[in-house]
């Protein structure tokens, strides 16, 4: 049995005790010089705050992005792996505070993390309606995935809309990573609506957001914030 599109409702923005994600990228501005793109976004990947500032600039003046890098401690940085946000955050580490350095380091999340537990509970989804198919006699349908699951974290690809509005290429960079988190999260929503239109699957649970892994960072990252900004 299958409910209507008006009992599907799920939250597309609001997460209750999770802020969202920051976004850091580094390369080339508007005129070739050296930046640092800085997004702050929703728990569902909606940009909140864009800023592109010139390591010129942080060199003779770093209280600004001290005030723009403020704004994202209580927040999980997102990338396509760790390594990128770390690397940007060492560009600039001795300009900032360093608990708030340590702050964004430890709350980092990447987009293939992100895809695989989405993955294995389509895959728990998929079992649970075997399991009821299993014992009725009633002809059961499988899931039907309104989206597929990329084969690769490919966001690039997912972007390239985004690459080609951008102003810079640092800002290219930023743009394509939000479109990432928003295509991630829609991803998800897409899997819980196809779960919670079955019925029998909805001992599972109430239809979520975000997926529990990726929820809990994003609550642990507000949780643990200690930094004040100066």
Sequence with gaps: MEASENELAIPVDYVPGAQGHGVLAVGPDSDGGDALAVWRLSPTGRAGGA???RFEEIERDSEQLCQIMGMLQDRCLVDGNEEAPIAALARVAEVLPAELVTTLQ??????????????????????????HKA???SKIAPLAW???MPEKADFAQWAARAH???ASPVAATALALTAAVANTAQLWQDTEQARYRRVYLRSLGEPQPLPPRWLARLREA???TSFVSR
């Design 51 to 53: 800023w592109v500032v």
């Design 106 to 131: 430890r709350s980092i999340v990447t987009i293939p993390e992100l895809l695989t537990e989405i993955s294995e509970h389509r895959s728990t989804y998929a079992a649970a309606v075997e399991q």
């Design 135 to 137: 014992g009725t006699k």
């Design 146 to 148: 309104p989206t597929e």
């Design 164 to 166: 080609s509005t951008a």
């Design 222 to 224: 507000v949780a643990s």
